[in-house]
C-alpha cells in the first residue's frame, strides 16, 4: 500500500514560486503531480521514474517546474517557479508501485492519489 500526502500550496502571485511536498510511505517506482483547475479536465504536470531520477514534464510546464525527491525523507517535490495564473488548480501527488520505465509519464496511469493541496496564482 502507498500512502500520499501533500502540503505546500497557497496563494501567489503571477510571477512568484511555490515547492509543493508530498510525504510518502511504501514502495512506488513511478511518482508523479496532476492538476485540476475548476471546470476543467485533470491534467498530468509531472512525473519521476524513482529507481534512476529520470524526470518528465507536461509541455506547459516545460521550464519553470521541476520534480525532485528526497528518499531519505521519503518525500516528493514540485517547485513551481515563474507562476501563471493559468497554473492555479488542486494539485495532486500520484504513485504507481510497479511501472517500467517506458510508462512513466507526466500523462501515466497511477493507482495512488493523495487528497490534493490547492495552488492559486492570482494576476
Known amino acids: 500500500q502507498v500512502q500520499l500526502a501533500e502540503s505546500g500550496g497557497g496563494s501567489v502571485q503571477a510571477g512568484g514560486s511555490l515547492r509543493l511536498s508530498c510525504q510518502t510511505s511504501?514502495?512506488?517506482?513511478?511518482m508523479g503531480w496532476f492538476r485540476q483547475a475548476p471546470g476543467k479536465e485533470r491534467e498530468g504536470v509531472a512525473a519521476?521514474?524513482?529507481?534512476?531520477?529520470?524526470?518528465y514534464y507536461a509541455d506547459s510546464v516545460q521550464g519553470r517546474f521541476t520534480i525532485s525527491q528526497d528518499n531519505a525523507k521519503n518525500t516528493l517535490y514540485l517547485q513551481m517557479n515563474s507562476l501563471k495564473p493559468e497554473d492555479t488548480g488542486m494539485y495532486y501527488c500520484?504513485?504507481?508501485?510497479?511501472?517500467?520505465?517506458?510508462?512513466?509519464?507526466?500523462?501515466?496511469?497511477?493507482?495512488?492519489w493523495g487528497q490534493g493541496t490547492q495552488v492559486t496564482v492570482s494576476s
Open positions: 500520484t504513485a504507481e508501485k510497479w511501472a517500467a520505465p517506458w510508462t512513466c509519464s507526466a500523462h501515466g496511469t497511477f493507482t495512488y
Open positions: 511504501g514502495y512506488r517506482s513511478c
Open positions: 519521476i521514474y524513482t529507481p534512476d531520477g529520470t524526470a
